[in-house]
């Protein structure tokens, strides 16, 4: 796939020459991320670790499939490579689906609104004094909650949501920015970065096992363990110093995260100590849980898949030349176009 | 509905935009969508305040719809997930489906409530969530519709 960085043209093109070609709405994209395929794909544009994952991932399933499996196959079972080939599979799905996914990134606010909002925040403030940084406290399940106001946006960010840095996006329901998979994990992609690191303790621990169960048959028929280690010196090397590590932070952060969806809680909220009962004073402060474990993990990951907001493939309006500020839609809505935009869908 | 549809035309190509009302969304239940249905000063004299709350009234229950979690959607994320997740590339989930009703009740809303009153419904989805957005146009019947801020945009620019 080519990739194309998001550089919004600001210079109109020669006025006699043949009109500008129809752009769609990924052209103009106003935070830090990189799209392929049209738009179809959405990436951080710190992609920074992601290749590297691959890479250990292929290596390592690669070397186990050529060194490992033939002995398995024939000492053991033919269902080593069978279930090595399903983790597998499931392994690079979930990354790539993690990777690729628009997390929840909101999309800025228009000038009108930004300009609304402006003006509801000036009028409740009094002169006599200066006025309070900008929060707006919602009450939600008898707790009272701060929304601030994010400046680069343009609007009070929802409950939850966050601003990440990296990709200067508000991101709903947002987690952390997760360098390995190169994008951040937010509301729309929180179950697959589950599987994802769920089926890769899977495989590591299965490829884990699988190399100490070759290296102990080789030690049991007649070879002595260190000879069965120089006649695949390199790969079980390898393997076991990839699989070890792993295991250990994988592992680690599959309880992690069990722990946060069995409580509702993201990784933002946890480090912040956001409902933490010494600050909450009470049992559960966190307002958005279900009090039941089966409820939170069925809401997280059996949720309903929320669309994702910012319209990548949408066309973007003709007339309007692109505004200095950051904003993306059209300024009056068009059914024709709007129609256009929806049917052309919006498969993240 | 052919007249309906010329009256929305007209408000789009020829009319006048006086400003834009935002309804902002209620986070009392949570993260769940939902708009406050608290009517707006700017619309006191241009609809019906029962019309505007049904209005609402509706798309919060539409919305309450697409992310109830329960029987489909555990089917759908259960499905999706033994499929490595592919399942969602192929089928259109529930959301979306409701998304779709919803933009189709906009439009109708449009063409027999608010287009008549010189007003539009901007879909939520296109705002990303976070406003319900109500494009206010100059009312041909009346002299002035005395607008709170004074943003005069055409309508029909090039």
């Known amino acids: ?348 | 509905v052919w007249f309906q549809f010329h009256n929305l035309q007209d408000l789009r190509h020829s009319a006048s935009l006086v400003t834009k009302v935002f309804i902002q969304r209620d986070y009392s239940e949570g993260t769940v969508c939902r708009f406050l249905t608290k009517f707006p000063s700017e619309l006191d004299n241009r609809i019906e305040r029962s019309l505007f709350e049904e209005t609402v009234k509706t798309l919060n229950s539409y919305y309450i719809e697409a992310e109830k979690i329960g029987g489909q959607s555990y089917l759908e994320g259960c499905l999706a997930c033994a499929t490595a997740y592919i399942a969602f590339l192929c089928m259109e989930t529930r959301y979306e489906q409701v998304l779709k009703k919803i933009s189709g009740y906009i439009q109708e809303q449009n063409e027999k409530v608010y287009a008549p009153r010189g007003l539009l419904l901007t879909d939520p989805i296109e705002r990303g969530m976070r406003v319900l957005e109500i494009s206010v146009f100059e009312d041909q019947g009346s002299v002035s519709s005395s607008p709170s801020s004074s943003m005069s945009l055409a309508g029909g620019s090039a």
């Open chain 1, 1 to 348: 796939p080519r990739a194309l960085s998001v550089s919004p043209s600001s210079a109109e093109s020669h006025p006699g020459k043949t009109p500008p070609r129809p752009r769609r709405k990924w052209e103009v994209f106003p935070g830090k991320n990189r799209f392929f395929c049209d738009g179809r794909l959405i990436l951080s544009r710190q992609s920074g670790v992601l290749p590297m994952t691959l890479v250990l991932i292929v290596v390592t399933c690669g070397l186990f499939f050529t060194f490992d499996c033939p002995f398995l196959v024939k000492h053991l079972t033919v269902f080593i490579p069978v279930i090595g080939g399903v983790l597998f599979v499931f392994v690079m799905a979930s990354l790539l689906r993690t990777s690729f996914t628009d997390p929840g990134i909101l999309p800025r606010a228009t000038a009108d609104e930004a300009a609304d909002i402006e003006k509801q925040i000036d009028t409740s403030g009094s002169s006599s004094y200066r006025p309070p940084p900008r929060t707006k406290e919602v009450l939600i399940n008898q707790q009272v909650v701060k929304l601030k106001y994010c400046f680069t946006c343009k609007t009070f960010r929802p409950p939850r949501t966050s601003h990440c840095s990296l990709c200067d996006n508000c991101v709903e329901r947002f987690d952390h920015h997760c360098p390995w998979v190169g994008n951040c994990v937010g509301k729309r992609n929180y179950r697959f970065f589950y599987s994802f690191i769920v089926s890769l303790s899977f495989l590591t621990s299965f490829i884990f096992g699988c190399v100490i169960a070759h290296l102990t048959l080789r030690s049991q028929t007649g070879e002595s363990l260190i000879q069965a280690i120089q006649e695949s010196p390199a790969s079980t090397v390898v393997e076991l110093v990839i699989c070890f590590f792993s295991i250990w932070s994988i592992l680690g952060l599959s309880g992690f995260h069990t722990y946060l969806v069995a409580s509702n809680l993201t990784t933002n909220e946890d480090i912040k100590g956001s409902w933490s009962s010494k600050r909450a004073g009470e049992e559960h402060g966190n307002p958005y849980s279900y009090n039941s474990i089966i409820t939170n993990c069925c809401a997280t990951l059996c949720g309903p898949m929320p669309p994702s907001l910012i319209d990548r493939r949408g066309w973007l309006s003709l007339e309007e030349p692109i505004p200095a500020a950051s904003t993306l839609e059209m300024e009056l809505p068009t059914f024709a176009e709007k129609n256009d935009a929806e049917m052309r869908g919006d498969k993240p």
